[in-house]
């Protein structure tokens, strides 16, 4: 990774699969990658990951991009991607009103310098006001004092489930459930 900037990151939105290029597919992968090898709790329980994983992931998120439904946001310092993160809706009438987000991850060099919390201002900015979301959802791994993180950011917890995640033996971690409301 080549020396980044000290500024606030220029931010990206995807909301079609075709918009992604390759370049950017690749970029998101190694994020992942670095996150999860890191200890970070992006999506996958084995303690080490490569391509093979991560990719396919990706591919997941990508296809099932669309502008009502599913949008990437990625933040880029100097040319680089540098984080990202999935903004979700299911859109059944029962819960339409509401969304999720997932794979909230920064590359590691830029951990510290606002590179986060950018991208979960601007997620809430696009839930509130491209998309029509009245409220926001996210699960964290207990453990990592995330919850610290997005309650300096507004988000609350509103329950847990204990031992939820199961990494390894005898290594079992809380699923933490936040909301963001209203938006």
Do not use: K
């Given at each position: 990774?080549?020396?980044?900037?000290?500024?606030?990151?220029?931010?990206?939105?995807?909301?079609w699969?075709?918009?992604?290029?390759?370049?950017?597919h690749?970029a998101?992968?190694?994020?992942?990658i670095?996150?999860?090898?890191?200890?970070?709790?992006?999506?996958?329980?084995?303690?080490?990951?490569?391509?093979?994983?991560a990719?396919?992931?990706?591919?997941?998120?990508?296809?099932?991009?669309?502008?009502?439904?599913?949008?990437?946001?990625?933040?880029?310092l100097?040319?680089?991607?540098?984080?990202?993160?999935?903004?979700?809706?299911?859109?059944?009438?029962?819960?339409?009103?509401?969304?999720?987000?997932?794979?909230?991850?920064?590359?590691?060099?830029?951990?510290g310098?606002?590179?986060?919390?950018?991208?979960?201002?601007?997620?809430?900015?696009?839930?509130?006001d491209?998309?029509?979301?009245e409220?926001l959802?996210?699960?964290?791994?207990?453990?990592?004092?995330?919850?610290?993180f997005?309650?300096r950011?507004g988000?609350?917890?509103?329950g847990?489930?204990?031992?939820?995640?199961?990494?390894?033996?005898?290594?079992?971690?809380?699923?933490?459930?936040?909301?963001?409301?209203?938006?």
């Amino acid at each position: 990774m080549t020396r980044l900037a000290t500024r606030l990151p220029t931010l990206r939105q995807y909301s079609w699969p075709g918009d992604v290029p390759a370049s950017l597919h690749h970029a998101l992968t190694e994020c992942w990658i670095e996150v999860t090898n890191a200890g970070g709790a992006a999506g996958f329980h084995v303690p080490r990951i490569d391509a093979r994983q991560a990719a396919p992931a990706v591919d997941r998120i990508v296809g099932r991009l669309d502008p009502v439904t599913s949008r990437l946001v990625t933040a880029w310092l100097d040319g680089e991607m540098v984080g990202w993160l999935n903004l979700r809706r299911d859109p059944s009438e029962l819960i339409a009103h509401w969304g999720t987000l997932h794979h909230v991850q920064t590359r590691l060099s830029v951990r510290g310098r606002g590179v986060g919390s950018a991208l979960m201002r601007e997620a809430h900015r696009v839930a509130r006001d491209e998309m029509g979301l009245e409220q926001l959802h996210l699960t964290a791994r207990g453990g990592r004092n995330l919850e610290d993180f997005y309650g300096r950011l507004g988000w609350y917890e509103v329950g847990r489930w204990p031992a939820a995640f199961r990494l390894g033996p005898g290594n079992d971690q809380d699923q933490i459930l936040m909301v963001l409301t209203p938006l």
